[in-house]
């Protein structure tokens, strides 16, 4: 399958617009996890996404606290090396190694990185980490100024080859790219969490920062079969059993938008997840997308986000079911010109 790629801003390499997320194969037992998951079955629906085309997958320490990067490692060491992805994952989020249950530290001293930077080239079984990124802003009081610099001296010593940040704001970013080019941010962005549309995006557009949007399909509540039951069903550790979005009243507002997708996806022959995915494709400064898996099935059922164009009207049935539903916050149609009745 021949999967469009583009440039990640002024990186010099170019990334599949979606991309392997692996979050939930971290597996649970951990204050972010998302329940009991088979190694083995992670495998396969890493196998599956680079089969059909992927060329990136996106992880983190912190998930399943360490244990995803494993499972990652394990699977590159299935493969040739000429076959590997992109290794994208993150730094700066602290556990408790007592208390995997214990919300994490979000901290991002220089010595820190380091450290983390070492264990995570360990636990994938690389020798250069091909983005890292800050996970989220130190809340500590270190100055981002010291971690940006800690970056830049593992990029130039050849443990990294990329640097970028999630979930930061245009002020952090600025101050970063005072001292070196931002090669990306990983905001979330969904037909739900809209507000990076309005400031974080369109400022990556304008200074060549590739952006990589994450959970837009809202952790699973814009799939096709989503329910409240579903939820009633989910793990006891599975951290969406306490998100707002996945309670009421927001989770009838989101399931409500997500209805409203089906017209659209049956008209273009598609998914309605991939019909989610498409949507934050369309916006203009948006290099790509991580999108989740479990199981190779789950790949399928999102892989034609890839190359799926929404026309105008898409995009303005879409518009008129967000204000319509009252899901989520933020723009709710991209100022485009490329897309076509």
Same mark, same amino acid.
């Given at each position: 399958?021949?999967?469009? +790629?583009?440039?990640?801003?002024?990186?010099?390499?170019?990334?599949?617009?979606? $991309?392997?997320?692996? !979050?939930?194969?971290?597996?649970?037992?951990?204050?972010?996890?998302?329940?009991?998951?088979?190694?083995?079955? &992670? =495998?396969?629906?890493?196998?599956?996404?680079?089969?059909?085309?992927?060329?990136?997958?996106?992880?983190?320490?912190? #998930? $399943?606290?360490?244990?995803? *990067?494993?499972?990652?490692?394990?699977?590159?060491?299935?493969?040739?090396?000429? *076959?590997?992805?992109?290794?994208?994952?993150?730094?700066?989020?602290?556990?408790?190694?007592?208390?995997?249950?214990?919300?994490?530290?979000?901290?991002?001293?220089? *010595?820190?990185?380091?450290?983390?930077?070492?264990?995570?080239?360990?636990?994938?079984?690389?020798?250069?980490?091909?983005? #890292?990124? /800050?996970?989220?802003?130190?809340?500590?009081?270190?100055?981002?100024?010291?971690?940006?610099? =800690?970056?830049?001296?593992?990029?130039?010593?050849?443990?990294?080859?990329?640097?970028?940040?999630?979930?930061?704001?245009?002020?952090?970013?600025?101050?970063?790219?005072?001292?070196?080019?931002?090669?990306?941010?990983?905001?979330?962005?969904?037909?739900?969490?809209?507000?990076?549309?309005?400031?974080?995006?369109?400022?990556?557009?304008?200074? +060549?920062?590739?952006?990589?949007? #994450? &959970?837009?399909?809202?952790?699973?509540?814009?799939?096709?079969? /989503?329910?409240?039951?579903?939820?009633?069903?989910?793990?006891?550790?599975?951290?969406?059993?306490? &998100?707002? =979005? /996945?309670?009421?009243?927001?989770?009838?507002?989101?399931?409500?938008?997500?209805?409203?997708?089906?017209?659209?996806?049956?008209?273009?022959?598609?998914?309605?997840?991939?019909?989610?995915?498409?949507?934050?494709?369309? !916006?203009?400064?948006?290099?790509?997308?991580?999108?989740?898996?479990?199981?190779?099935?789950?790949?399928?059922?999102?892989?034609?986000?890839?190359?799926?164009?929404?026309?105008?009207?898409?995009?303005?049935?879409?518009?008129?079911?967000?204000?319509?539903?009252?899901?989520?916050?933020?723009?709710?149609?991209?100022?485009?010109?490329?897309?076509?009745?």
């Amino acid at each position: 399958m021949q999967i469009r +790629k583009h440039p990640l801003g002024a990186s010099g390499i170019e990334i599949t617009r979606v $991309g392997f997320g692996a !979050w939930a194969i971290g597996g649970g037992g951990w204050v972010h996890g998302w329940g009991p998951q088979d190694d083995r079955t &992670s =495998e396969r629906a890493m196998c599956r996404a680079i089969e059909l085309g992927v060329n990136w997958v996106d992880t983190a320490a912190v #998930y $399943g606290l360490g244990h995803s *990067e494993q499972v990652v490692g394990s699977f590159l060491r299935s493969l040739p090396r000429s *076959e590997w992805p992109f290794i994208f994952t993150k730094c700066g989020q602290i556990w408790n190694e007592r208390n995997p249950m214990q919300d994490t530290q979000r901290l991002l001293k220089p *010595e820190s990185i380091r450290r983390e930077c070492e264990a995570s080239i360990r636990r994938l079984g690389i020798e250069r980490i091909d983005l #890292y990124q /800050f996970h989220w802003p130190d809340d500590t009081g270190t100055p981002i100024e010291d971690s940006w610099g =800690e970056m830049l001296r593992l990029i130039e010593e050849g443990k990294v080859r990329l640097g970028g940040v999630s979930n930061f704001d245009v002020g952090l970013l600025e101050r970063c790219a005072a001292i070196r080019h931002v090669d990306s941010l990983q905001p979330p962005f969904s037909l739900i969490h809209r507000d990076a549309a309005a400031r974080e995006i369109p400022w990556c557009e304008a200074h +060549k920062t590739g952006v990589i949007c #994450y &959970s837009p399909m809202q952790s699973g509540l814009l799939t096709d079969r /989503f329910s409240a039951q579903r939820v009633a069903g989910m793990a006891e550790d599975d951290w969406r059993r306490r &998100s707002p =979005e /996945f309670n009421s009243t927001h989770l009838e507002r989101n399931l409500a938008l997500r209805d409203a997708l089906r017209p659209i996806a049956e008209r273009r022959g598609t998914s309605v997840p991939s019909v989610a995915i498409a949507w934050v494709l369309s !916006w203009p400064g948006v290099t790509a997308a991580i999108v989740g898996a479990r199981s190779p099935e789950q790949v399928d059922g999102w892989i034609d986000a890839a190359n799926l164009e929404l026309t105008r009207d898409d995009l303005e049935q879409i518009a008129e079911a967000i204000n319509r539903s009252g899901a989520g916050t933020g723009p709710s149609m991209p100022n485009i010109e490329v897309a076509k009745s």
